[in-house]
């Protein structure tokens, strides 16, 4: 719990800002760069939405606002828009219609986005009725298609997404992203499906995904998204796994950082960690104890048919006890930094070598997909609630 609460630390969205972007007599300070404002408009959307925007409304004086979050994560702000996740809802069409509006018929001089992991569902406005979108955001999110082309399905079918929201924008007014990354490798057209980025896929590629999961019939809705923009647009991560990972790495003695972008099955992803921990075990390559080993990205669940309690982190870890030598002692943590990991309350699982868990049990959980159902039984799931952040899973394996 000492690490998890290093990561929780380390993700802290307002803080990150804090860190790296300074209000001082009207002129916001990022990135060398100096922007002067009058009449700011602040757009928060996403997990982090809360946290990010508190730190604007603190320093300046906002001519208008949007402020969009996950239901059930408000609190006690009352001018807010709680929308659905990982579904769109009614108040998701709502938050597109009122970004919309502000952006066309409010007075302003400098438009401010906030924008993290879930703005992708949160805010939406599409020729699609909302039925049919929760039909193909549900197809998307189980389908085991990698965040990037599950977003590239969505920008084309949007009317907001994948820049087209900068057309609403008033001519000559600059417009500032501050982006906290929950898609590895930080493509920014791909985090909250580039509200404010230029975008390089086509309609075609729209077309070649949905024909892959069988939604083809929703082509007709296609619509192509900007490859330039005509207007000062400013794009800038405040806060990613990577920088997480290093943090964390500098408070752990003798730890390796591997990657921040781990993809592919979850089950394979926990296969491919443990590989690594066996061949360290047996040859003292490339790890010799003791050590920490830290991954971060965002491993994928295919779902077909029911699924039980489950999420990635619980199929990592899993995996990975499976295929663990057990001679010597380890650990496994696998967090979810959003605080909820796939269906399940947890928001991940720490698993050791003196589980007993027989195989069978394990293979169960995996193809039945109910990870959780089998992890909580031996108390090793963990569970912090809403995290108001999201850079992504983050796994710490210690061989001490």
Request: aromatic fraction near 8%; proline fraction near 4%.
């Amino acid at each position: 719990m000492d690490i998890v609460d290093k990561i929780l630390e380390y993700t802290d969205p307002y803080k990150a800002l804090q860190e790296k972007v300074r209000v001082y007599n009207n002129i916001l300070l990022f990135n060398n760069e100096k922007i002067p404002f009058k009449k700011p408009i602040l757009i928060s959307i996403g997990k982090a939405s809360l946290p990010m925007a508190r730190f604007f409304r603190e320093r300046m004086e906002l001519k208008a606002k949007l402020i969009v979050t996950p239901k059930g994560t408000n609190g006690k702000e009352n001018d807010v828009i709680e929308a659905g996740h990982p579904l769109p809802d009614e108040n998701s069409i709502k938050a597109g219609k009122r970004m919309i509006e502000l952006l066309a018929n409010e007075d302003y001089d400098l438009v401010i986005f906030a924008i993290s992991g879930g703005a992708s569902a949160l805010v939406e406005y599409s020729e699609i009725p909302l039925d049919e979108l929760k039909i193909i955001n549900k197809v998307l999110v189980t389908s085991g298609l990698g965040i990037n082309k599950i977003n590239i399905v969505r920008k084309h079918l949007s009317k907001v997404k994948g820049g087209k929201i900068l057309e609403y924008v008033k001519d000559k007014i600059p417009i500032v992203s501050f982006i906290v990354s929950d898609v590895p490798g930080n493509d920014i057209s791909s985090i909250g499906s580039g509200l404010t980025s230029i975008d390089n896929s086509s309609n075609d590629d729209a077309l070649e995904i949905l024909k892959a999961i069988g939604l083809e019939k929703y082509s007709k809705y296609l619509t192509e998204t900007p490859k330039s923009f005509s207007r000062i647009v400013k794009n800038y991560i405040i806060l990613d796994n990577m920088e997480v990972l290093r943090k964390l790495a500098n408070t752990l003695v003798n730890s390796f950082i591997l990657t921040s972008e781990i993809r592919g099955e979850a089950r394979d992803v926990g296969a491919i960690i443990a590989s690594i921990y066996n061949s360290s075990e047996s040859y003292n390559i490339p790890f010799r104890r003791p050590y920490y080993l830290l991954v971060g990205g965002e491993p994928e669940v295919t779902i077909q048919g029911k699924a039980g309690k489950g999420g990635r982190n619980g199929e990592v870890c899993l995996s990975f006890l499976k295929y663990a030598k057990k001679r010597n002692r380890f650990e496994l943590l696998g967090f979810a930094t959003d605080g909820i990991d796939g269906n399940s309350e947890y928001a991940g699982c720490k698993v050791s070598s003196d589980m007993e868990i027989r195989e069978d049990e394990i293979n169960n959980a995996l193809e039945t997909h109910n990870s959780y159902g089998l992890l909580e039984s031996h108390k090793a799931v963990i569970k912090t609630g809403y995290t108001h952040t999201n850079v992504n899973n983050i796994y710490v394996l210690r061989a001490p």
